[in-house]
């Protein structure tokens, strides 16, 4: 098992407190967080507080024979214990699972989890928050009426200036690993035309930028923008976008101080290798940039909202219904989201520290100083 830690996060005694949703019940949620979990060493790196059920843990422990690993069971966050794998009780009562099968049960428990989490996030009891693959079909209710986990949290912090962005950090993809952020999210195709602006595109370029900055502590950072047409629409024969909208707010991030480059087309981009070159890449739909950066980066990459108040990360695939409870399922991705997810909330103290004011808070040029 691969559990090489990161340099970014500090050996202390007070480790950051990690925040987990369990996703699924009938997927591989469960599944990764106690892989994850079965090597003592990434105890060392945080304390997780793992919100769910102690029967829903047995239950899945029994199914992967790791009757040597235990669960602290704790009833709030503030009881949870340096070293172990907390698990804070959600609920008592049994819940029926069919691992592999959708249901609407699933669902229901599912966001039962990510909401006690989300709010132990919001009061400061946990730092940041990992999210376990979700159904998005039976986790959808009128408690829920939302496309996913990016939009939940987007609407719980009060904003529309998010961005997803799938990340890898192996350097084996560029000096900065690679960073895939998409203008539209989960929509359908034909609608991704007519949900794209110039004002949009200049917000996710934004959005991007400072997340490059304060999140991942790329100085400088170099952002490509793909096309939304086959050869970026080949001035106009092949589709207006790129000139009408795309180009248009390229020059607008431009004047923004915000080094951006492009329209490139995504074929070309990625087949050449260009993406190399550059911190991050603005895709203007979903498969357009998921499907190169998971065909590079599956298993390693990790899905992290920007823009958020808070941090929160996740592995890169989903609930993974074909091999749930067979014991086949990689924690891979997982691990890398819960190494991320401390480096960032790091990385933002870190840029907050060093951009603080060193002015403020003293009487130098007040009156009387």
């Known amino acids: 098992m691969n559990t090489k830690k990161s340099t970014n996060i500090a050996d202390t005694e007070n480790r950051l407190r990690v925040g987990i949703s369990i996703g699924d019940l009938n997927g591989v949620g469960m599944e990764i967080i106690i892989k994850t979990f079965l090597d003592p060493r990434m105890l060392e790196v945080c304390t997780p507080l793992i919100y769910g ?9 029994k199914f992967l024979n790791a009757g040597e690993f235990n669960f602290n069971i704790i009833k709030e966050a503030s009881q949870a214990v340096e070293l172990k794998a907390n698990l804070v009780n959600c609920w008592e009562e049994e819940v029926k699972i069919e691992l592999g099968i959708p249901t609407e049960i699933a669902g229901r428990y599912a966001f039962k989890s990510l909401e006690a989490a989300t709010l132990d996030l919001a009061s400061n009891k946990i730092d940041v928050l990992v999210t376990a693959p979700i159904n998005k079909n039976t986790i ?31 350097p084996a993809h560029g000096q900065s690993g690679i960073k895939v952020g998409t203008v539209t999210g989960h929509i359908p195709l034909k609608d991704v035309a ?44 092949l589709g207006t976008e790129e000139q009408q909208i795309i180009i248009p707010a390229i020059e607008k991030a431009k004047a923004e101080k915000i080094m951006v480059i492009g329209p490139y087309a995504a074929d070309g981009f990625f087949g050449s290798s260009t993406y ?19 065909t590079i ?3 390693e990459g990790v899905n992290y909202t920007a823009g958020l108040p808070i941090v929160r990360t996740s592995p890169d695939h989903g609930v993974a219904y074909d091999i749930a409870g067979k ?7 997982f691990r890398h989201a819960v190494y991320l997810a401390c480096d960032i909330y790091q990385k933002r103290r870190e840029h907050k520290r060093n951009t603080a004011n060193p002015l403020k808070g003293n009487n130098v040029g007040k009156e009387g100083g």
């Open 53 to 61: 059920s102690a029967k829903t843990a047995s239950f899945h422990k």
């Open 140 to 170: 959808n209710s009128a408690s829920f009426p939302f496309k996913g986990h990016t939009e939940y949290l987007a609407s719980f912090a009060g904003t529309e200036n998010y961005l997803m962005i799938l990340t890898s950090e192996n």
């Open 194 to 237: 007519g949900s794209i602006s110039v004002e949009k595109i200049l917000d996710k370029l934004r959005t991007f930028n400072k997340s490059l900055i304060q999140d991942f502590g790329i100085n400088k950072p170099k952002i490509a923008v793909l096309g939304l047409n086959p050869h970026a629409g080949d001035k106009g024969l």
């Open 276 to 294: 190399f070159s550059f911190d991050g890449i603005l895709s203007m739909y979903h498969d357009q940039g998921l499907i190169p950066f998971k």
């Open 297 to 299: 980066s599956f298993n």
């Open 327 to 333: 014991n086949l399922a990689s924690e891979s991705s």
